[in-house]
């Protein structure tokens, strides 16, 4: 057999590795796709094909729920929750990363001991924090115990966001600042913190997403009133209707929406900057 | 001159609230579980005397050591499958396509279900597992069988399809991260060289990407090891895995046997996240 030469086998690499990416993503939104589609089924419908009709019957079910299965108070607790930890992870996150380019004693240990925060699972972390609560007598609340555990979580994250920014970010501008005799607290308003925004953007929508999507953290955390994950999988054990497939498809888009908004965001600001420049 | 002075206490201060903050949330309350697990009695009070009985109890009985033994092989057999597919669409996304434009739309395509609902995205796993599910009915349309398969819902190979699509994308950030980092000079100087394709990527490009493949590695195997979620939303109760025997306990009240368990999964991940270690320096990659 003819050996192949090297430019045609790069290509068939290409086109194996590419046709295998396709595959996966299909892999991956399938499921999702699917889930948007039979949140519409009609009323008849059951939890998979066939849908029996398309219609918004279990949008107006969720509107309407009684005490058991109303979504709407889970969703607002959620939403807040995750507004307070996307706050509380900018602030946090912001001063940790200032902290360590100030280069104080043992700061090796601090960046690992955040690092931790990523590699602890979320069940062992949230069933010792409950027990710690319970040792301490402390009520578990949705809006304390809860929020402490979500915050351990999304801090890492944004702080690692931060310490990136800060590693490709133009120490001269700061320098003139202070060169030209502003304080170092004006310095950073003034010139640090419009430089680092992206970065503090994206810290807050880690800070948002990942406590609007945790699960087992508030599982152990969480006391009587539900936040959403919690009140859907509740609703799994339940019974599984095509309402769950409703308010996954209304929180996914939400999702989305978010995410969308921010590199939104990101891009005016980028264009900003460079009509600036040009 | 920066905004922060090196070495000054202003520095140390700043670090005081997110460092006392993730001690007590994290460190406190995992070293805890370790002291729980080691009270005898049954009464929930701090003065209960220690004692390993706990772990002779949890190690007396075969069920809970073979459930130690399959969720290992399970997660060994999510880390194969999302690494190599990982490091594919990785090295696919990075190297092969030339667009920049295909480029940000395929790795958007890839990378923004990370930002939707790990649970949901199980969940809507379910209705194409089932006995009428989306498979199922495909494979029956399509000829392949007359009846459908009951293997998909409440079985291991449904929770692995599900985790595949869950996790790959962590197997590949990194890798994706570490192969952008490599300058593009270095490739073309071996291919000078007249070394081939397939020689330039096992001595330059993979040994230089290791760092990414490991650090995915080990998010994967973390995530799995302690993915109690998607095990029962996919396996219903017929499958377990060690993190959903902690959750078992914890339901019926026995603290105990929850606080063991918990602490057999931290060994198995302190382990594999030891091991990892010794294969790469971690702290090379912030350099």
Same mark, same amino acid.
């Given at each position: 057999?003819r050996?192949?030469?090297?430019?045609?086998?790069?290509?068939?690499?290409?086109?194996v590795?590419?046709?295998?990416?396709?595959?996966?993503?299909?892999?991956?939104w399938?499921?999702?796709f699917?889930?948007?589609?039979?949140?519409?089924?009609?009323?008849?419908?059951?939890?998979?094909?066939?849908?029996?009709?398309?219609?918004?019957?279990?949008?107006?079910?969720?509107?309407?729920?009684?005490?058991?299965?109303?979504?709407?108070?889970?969703?607002?607790?959620?939403?807040?929750?995750?507004?307070?930890c996307?706050?509380?992870t900018?602030?946090?996150?912001?001063?940790?990363?200032?902290?360590m380019?100030?280069?104080?004693?043992?700061?090796?240990?601090?960046?690992?001991?955040?690092?931790?925060?990523?590699?602890?699972?979320?069940?062992?972390?949230?069933?010792?924090?409950?027990?710690?609560?319970?040792?301490?007598?402390?009520?578990?609340?949705?809006?304390?115990?809860?929020f402490?555990t979500?915050?351990?979580w999304?801090?890492?994250f944004?702080?690692?966001?931060?310490?990136?920014?800060?590693?490709?970010?133009?120490?001269?501008?700061?320098?003139?600042?202070?060169?030209?005799?502003?304080?170092r607290?004006v310095?950073?308003?003034?010139?640090?913190?419009?430089?680092?925004?992206?970065?503090?953007?994206?810290?807050?929508?880690?800070?948002?997403?990942l406590?609007y999507?945790?699960?087992?953290r508030?599982?152990?955390?969480t006391?009587?009133?539900?936040?959403?994950p919690?009140?859907?999988?509740?609703?799994?054990?339940?019974?599984?209707?095509?309402?769950?497939?409703?308010?996954?498809?209304?929180?996914?888009?939400?999702?989305?929406?978010?995410?969308?908004?921010?590199?939104?965001?990101?891009?005016?600001?980028?264009?900003?900057v460079?009509g600036?420049?040009? | 001159?920066?905004?922060?002075?090196?070495?000054?206490?202003?520095?140390?201060?700043?670090?005081?609230?997110?460092?006392?903050?993730?001690?007590?949330?994290?460190?406190?309350?995992?070293?805890?579980?370790?002291?729980? %697990?080691?009270?005898?009695?049954?009464?929930?009070?701090?003065?209960s005397?220690?004692?390993?009985?706990?772990?002779?109890?949890?190690?007396?009985?075969?069920?809970?050591?073979?459930?130690?033994g399959?969720?290992?092989?399970?997660?060994?057999?999510?880390?194969?499958?999302?690494?190599?597919?990982?490091?594919?669409?990785a090295?696919?996304?990075?190297?092969?396509?030339?667009?920049?434009?295909?480029?940000?739309?395929?790795?958007?395509?890839?990378?923004?279900p990370?930002w939707?609902?790990?649970?949901?995205?199980?969940?809507?796993?379910?209705?194409?597992?089932?006995?009428?599910?989306?498979?199922?009915?495909?494979?029956?349309?399509?000829?392949?069988?007359? %009846?459908?398969?009951?293997?998909?819902?409440?079985?291991?190979?449904?929770?692995?399809?599900?985790?595949?699509?869950?996790?790959?994308?962590?197997?590949?950030?990194?890798?994706?991260?570490?192969?952008?980092?490599?300058?593009?000079?270095?490739?073309?100087a071996?291919?000078?060289?007249?070394?081939?394709?397939?020689?330039?990527?096992?001595?330059?490009i993979?040994?230089?990407?290791?760092?990414?493949?490991?650090i995915?590695?080990?998010?994967?195997?973390?995530?799995?090891?302690?993915?109690?979620?998607?095990?029962?939303?996919?396996?219903?109760?017929?499958h377990?895995l060690? %993190?959903?025997?902690?959750?078992?306990?914890?339901?019926?009240?026995?603290?105990?046997?929850?606080?063991v368990?918990?602490?057999?999964?931290?060994?198995?991940?302190?382990?594999?996240?030891?091991?990892?270690?010794?294969?790469?320096?971690?702290?090379?990659?912030?350099?």
């Amino acid at each position: 057999m003819r050996a192949l030469d090297y430019r045609t086998r790069s290509r068939i690499t290409a086109w194996v590795l590419g046709a295998l990416t396709l595959a996966f993503l299909a892999y991956q939104w399938l499921p999702i796709f699917t889930l948007g589609v039979l949140s519409f089924a009609g009323p008849t419908g059951g939890t998979t094909f066939p849908m029996n009709g398309t219609s918004f019957h279990w949008y107006q079910e969720l509107w309407r729920a009684t005490v058991m299965n109303d979504f709407k108070p889970p969703l607002l607790r959620s939403t807040l929750l995750a507004l307070a930890c996307s706050a509380t992870t900018v602030v946090l996150s912001v001063m940790a990363a200032q902290a360590m380019r100030g280069q104080f004693r043992g700061h090796g240990w601090f960046f690992y001991l955040l690092l931790l925060g990523i590699m602890a699972p979320g069940i062992l972390v949230g069933f010792g924090f409950a027990i710690m609560m319970r040792l301490l007598g402390v009520e578990l609340s949705w809006d304390t115990t809860t929020f402490l555990t979500h915050v351990s979580w999304t801090l890492p994250f944004g702080f690692l966001t931060m310490l990136a920014i800060f590693n490709r970010f133009d120490k001269k501008l700061e320098e003139a600042a202070l060169t030209l005799g502003a304080s170092r607290i004006v310095a950073f308003r003034r010139v640090t913190f419009p430089l680092i925004l992206p970065g503090v953007i994206g810290a807050g929508l880690f800070g948002f997403s990942l406590s609007y999507d945790e699960f087992p953290r508030s599982m152990f955390t969480t006391g009587p009133d539900m936040t959403l994950p919690l009140a859907v999988m509740a609703q799994l054990d339940r019974q599984l209707t095509p309402e769950i497939y409703a308010v996954g498809t209304a929180t996914t888009f939400f999702s989305l929406f978010a995410v969308t908004m921010c590199t939104f965001a990101f891009w005016a600001m980028r264009r900003q900057v460079q009509g600036r420049n040009s | 001159m920066s905004t922060i002075r090196v070495r000054s206490p202003a520095s140390y201060w700043l670090a005081v609230p997110a460092a006392v903050w993730m001690l007590g949330v994290v460190v406190v309350p995992i070293v805890l579980l370790v002291w729980v %697990s080691l009270w005898s009695g049954r009464a929930f009070s701090p003065a209960s005397p220690l004692t390993f009985d706990n772990y002779a109890k949890f190690f007396a009985n075969p069920t809970y050591i073979k459930l130690i033994g399959s969720t290992v092989v399970h997660t060994a057999t999510l880390m194969a499958v999302t690494g190599v597919l990982g490091y594919c669409i990785a090295y696919f996304l990075v190297v092969k396509v030339r667009s920049p434009r295909w480029r940000l739309v395929l790795f958007l395509a890839f990378i923004v279900p990370f930002w939707t609902s790990t649970l949901i995205r199980a969940i809507a796993w379910v209705p194409f597992l089932g006995v009428n599910g989306v498979i199922n009915q495909t494979l029956m349309f399509v000829g392949v069988t007359q %009846s459908p398969i009951e293997a998909f819902l409440y079985s291991r190979a449904g929770i692995t399809m599900a985790q595949v699509s869950l996790y790959t994308m962590l197997a590949a950030g990194p890798v994706v991260y570490m192969l952008n980092s490599i300058p593009p000079q270095l490739r073309e100087a071996a291919m000078t060289l007249k070394a081939a394709p397939f020689t330039v990527f096992r001595r330059i490009i993979f040994p230089l990407t290791l760092p990414g493949v490991v650090i995915g590695q080990v998010l994967v195997f973390l995530n799995v090891m302690s993915d109690f979620a998607t095990v029962a939303t996919i396996g219903g109760n017929k499958h377990a895995l060690l %993190s959903n025997l902690v959750m078992l306990f914890y339901e019926s009240s026995q603290i105990r046997g929850a606080s063991v368990v918990a602490v057999m999964l931290m060994l198995c991940m302190l382990v594999g996240v030891v091991v990892a270690l010794r294969v790469v320096d971690i702290r090379r990659l912030g350099a």
